[in-house]
Nanobody, 120 residues
């Protein structure tokens, strides 16, 4: 069983920065791809950034050059951070972390989400 907990959301002015953190706890986490997904009110959920178990990164076009995803693996945990710079009002959303074990025959595991609000 994998537990996922996010932290680091909050209110920031346009142009500001936030750093989100996600800690996944469980077994075989080195086999999991990690992903940040966001959902804004009235909009579809969208994948913001991914980091695979091999360390490859992928970003939504809307955040390229502004967001950076990184991961740190230990024996029974994976910590994934999302550094968000030059934030814009359209980045306002609930941000979820997903520990995705499907490539190794396991399941997805989502956290409860953390609110990011970009407003002056």
């Amino acid at each position: 069983q994998v537990e996922v907990v996010e932290s680091g959301g909050g209110l920031v002015q346009p142009g500001g920065s936030l750093r989100l953190s996600c800690t996944a706890s469980g077994s075989f986490l080195q086999l999991y791809d990690m992903e940040w997904i966001r959902q804004a009110p009235g909009k579809a959920r969208e994948s913001v950034a991914q980091i695979t178990r091999e360390g490859d990164t992928h970003y939504h076009n809307a955040v390229k050059g502004r967001f950076t995803i990184a991961r740190d693996n230990t024996k029974n945990t994976v910590t994934v951070t999302l550094q968000m710079n030059n934030l814009k009002p359209e980045d306002t959303a609930v941000y979820f972390c997903n520990a995705d074990g499907r490539r190794s025959g396991r399941r997805e595991n989502w956290g409860q989400g953390t609110q990011v609000t970009v407003s002056s």
